[in-house]
């Protein structure tokens, strides 16, 4: 167990609809990342957030936002739904931005998009 | 920008025979490498990591990986092979000193025979 609660597991939902996804870091991180596993595109970095604050985007789509809380949650929103964002939904903890800190990873919530 | 090759979308070894997944990357700067090791159904958990210092790195479950700067390569090695061991593992870079944003490779999936 990382420590990294990520909710729901699983999630089904239609085209065009919006979803948001949760996550809980590790007690005392103040760094989260959302990355996207897909079985085209493999591992890819969303964004981070530290501290409450926009830190790094990488390849999130403008359908996509993300926010960090004051209890430093964070939560991910995808909006208008396709197909194509059916993936592995990974979110990931570390205490601090620093490159050679590690990372923890959840269990990731499963986007299924009909 | 950094990017992340992994030879051999998928590598077969006898249990007790030695375990060798290779890795190579691209980057300007000095990068910090990580191997991540992905069970079915489950998070991504660190098996290693190379941020300065000694070249060989020791991570869990008797893995090791050697940084060659000449060779720009990170690959990952194990004597002996177990059951255990049959899970998908993922070669990762960031930058020093950068926002932690890995830059994931296509993985390797590990399948160990009788």
């Known amino acids: 167990d990382s420590g990294v609660t990520q909710t729901p597991k699983h999630l089904i939902t239609a085209t065009g609809q919006r979803v948001t996804l949760r996550c809980s870091p590790r007690?005392?991180?103040?760094?989260v990342y959302w990355y996207q596993q897909s079985l085209d595109q493999g591992l890819q970095f969303l964004i981070q957030y530290y501290n409450g604050e926009e830190r790094a985007k990488g390849n999130i789509l403008e359908r996509f936002s993300a926010q960090q809380f004051p209890d430093l949650h964070s939560e991910l929103n995808l909006s208008s739904l396709e197909l194509g964002d059916s993936a592995l939904y990974f979110c990931?903890?570390?205490?601090?931005?620093?490159?050679?800190?590690?990372?923890?990873f959840g269990q990731g919530t499963r986007l299924t998009v009909v | 920008a950094q990017s992340v090759t992994q030879l051999g979308s998928h590598v077969s070894v006898s249990e007790g025979a030695l375990v060798l997944l290779r890795c190579n990357y691209s980057?300007?700067?000095?990068?910090?490498l990580f191997w991540y090791v992905q069970y079915p159904n489950q998070g991504l958990q660190l098996l290693l990591k190379y941020t300065t210092g000694a070249t060989l790195v020791k991570g869990i479950n008797g893995f090791e990986a050697e940084f060659k700067k000449s060779e720009t390569s990170f690959h990952l090695t194990k004597p002996s092979a177990h059951m255990s061991d049959a899970a998908e593992y993922f070669c990762a870079v960031t930058l020093s000193g950068s926002a932690r944003q890995l830059t994931f490779g296509s993985g390797t999936q590990l399948t160990v025979l009788p």
């Open positions: 980057s300007s700067v000095p990068p910090y």
């Open positions: 990931a903890s570390s205490p601090t931005g620093v490159a050679n800190t590690e990372a923890f």
């Open positions: 007690s005392g991180d103040l760094s």
